[in-house]
T-cell receptor, first 114, second 113 residues
Framework: DTAVSQTPKYLVTQMGNDKSIKCEQN?????MYWYKQDSKKFLKIMFS???????INETVPNRFSPKSPDKAHLNLHINSLELGDSAVYFC?????????????FGPGTRLTVL | GDSVTQMEGPVTLSEEAFLTINCTYT??????LFWYVQYPGEGLQLLLK?????DKGSNKGFEATYRKETTSFHLEKGSVQVSDSAVYFC????????????FGRGTSLIVHP
C-alpha cells in the first residue's frame, strides 16, 4: 500500500498552460506539505496544511494555489506555467507539526515546462 | 532565520570505506534534527532523527549525534555499501511557532565496488 501517492508522476506541458498535481495520503496524518526540488536537488517548502487549514505559505508566486478538500488530500494547481516552474514537486505528510515528527514523502511529480 | 549547511558533494568512496557527511545548523530554541535519504527517482525517506541535545539517532548502520555546543549533526557510517549511493539531506524543525522545516542542500554519495 502506497502511503503518500502523487499523480501524475510526469507532466510535460507548454508555457502558459494551467495544470494540477494531486496528492493523497492513507496514513491518517493531519498535516500535509508541498515541496519544490530544483535541478540541483535543493528542496524548498512551499505550503503546509494542518487539518485543512493553511499553516505555512512560503514566498511562492500566487500562480501556485494549494487546495485541501479533506485531511487526506492536498492538491497543487499552477496557473500560467513558466519555464522556471520546471522541477520535481514532492508532497509529504506528518502527524502533527514537523517538530520531532517524521515526514513521509511521495514519489514526486516531475514537471517539465516547454 | 533557520538554516542548515551541509558539505558539498559528490562524496565518492569505495565499498567498505568510512563515511562522514558534515551538517551544521543555525536555529532559535531547541530544534529537532533529521537525516533523510533520497534514492534515485524516489522521494525522501527518514534515515534517523534526534530531538534533544546529546541524543544519538541510528538506523541501518548510520549514526548521528545532536551536538548543541557545536550546532552539528554529522552523519557517519563505518562501512558503506554500493546500495548506500543516494543523496543525503540534513534537516531541522525549530521550536518556533511555525515549525517550518528547513533542509540542507543535500550531499550526493557515490559508492564504487
Amino acid at each position: 500500500d502506497t502511503a503518500v501517492s502523487q499523480t501524475p508522476k510526469y507532466l510535460v506541458t507548454q508555457m502558459g498552460n494551467d495544470k494540477s498535481i494531486k496528492c493523497e495520503q492513507n496514513l491518517g496524518h493531519d498535516t500535509m506539505y508541498w515541496y519544490k526540488q530544483d535541478s540541483k536537488k535543493f528542496l524548498k517548502i512551499m505550503f503546509s496544511y494542518n487539518n485543512k487549514e493553511l499553516i505555512i505559505n512560503e514566498t511562492v508566486p500566487n500562480r501556485f494555489s494549494p487546495k485541501s478538500p479533506d485531511k487526506a488530500h492536498l492538491n497543487l494547481h499552477i496557473n500560467s506555467l513558466e519555464l522556471g516552474d520546471s522541477a520535481v514537486y514532492f508532497c509529504a505528510s506528518s502527524q502533527g507539526t514537523p517538530r520531532g515528527n517524521e515526514q513521509f514523502f511521495g514519489p514526486g511529480t516531475r514537471l517539465t515546462v516547454l | 532565520g533557520d538554516s542548515v549547511t551541509q558539505m558539498e558533494g559528490p562524496v565518492t568512496l569505495s565499498e567498505e570505506a568510512f563515511l562522514t557527511i558534515n551538517c551544521t545548523y543555525t536555529a532559535t530554541g531547541y530544534p529537532s534534527l533529521f537525516w533523510y535519504v533520497q534514492y534515485p527517482g524516489e522521494g525522501l525517506q527518514l534515515l534517523l532523527k534526534a530531538t534533544k541535545a546529546d541524543d544519538k539517532g541510528s538506523n541501518k548502520g548510520f549514526e548521528a549525534t545532536y551536538r548543541k555546543e557545536t550546532t552539528s549533526f554529522h552523519l557517519e557510517k563505518g562501512s558503506v555499501q554500493v546500495s548506500d549511493s543516494a543523496v543525503y539531506f540534513c534537516a531541522l524543525s525549530a521550536s518556533g511557532g511555525s515549525y517550518i522545516p528547513t533542509f540542507g542542500r543535500g550531499t550526493s554519495l557515490i559508492v564504487h565496488p
